[in-house]
């Protein structure tokens, strides 16, 4: 049997060295995106005017944003060899549902499911903050 967990333990080690390299890769790639994404609102902005913003300006914003957070998720996972905490993926729920609230665009129950969504994650951290010590 210790044999076997030796050989375990052995294979567990190479996945979590693949699973690195893979998150570094895809870290890489996402930054790479993201300026590519950067590069095409400068240009959109310069076309149009400053003052009238389109909507597919914020679109193009919104976007940009969902890589930096998944960014910030890839930085999180390499920095706890391949964990990240429920706060900070609850955190980024959040951030994602309120980004999709703003270009709701008024949809009114497009916005309340939105909103009670957020409240919901809002009063998970609290109890997971709270009652729940991980």
């Keep these: 049997m210790k044999k076997f967990n030796k050989i375990a333990s052995k294979y567990a080690n190479f996945l979590r060295f693949f699973i690195m390299i893979a998150l570094g890769i895809l870290g890489a790639l996402l930054i790479v995106l993201m300026f590519g994404q950067l590069f095409a609102i400068g240009q959109r902005m310069i076309r149009n005017s400053f003052i009238h913003i389109p909507i597919k300006v914020l679109d193009e914003i919104v976007t940009f944003f969902l890589f930096l957070e998944f960014s910030a998720m890839i930085v999180a996972a390499l920095k706890h060899m391949g964990h990240t905490s429920l706060n ?10 309120l980004r999709n609230l703003i270009t709701a665009h008024g949809e009114p129950m497009q916005i309340l499911i939105h909103s009670i969504a957020i409240l919901l994650l809002i009063i998970g951290i609290v109890i997971l903050n709270r009652h ?3």
Excluded: P, Q, R, V
């Design 88 to 97: 900070f993926l609850m955190s980024l729920g959040i951030t994602a549902l």
């Design 132 to 134: 729940i010590k991980l």
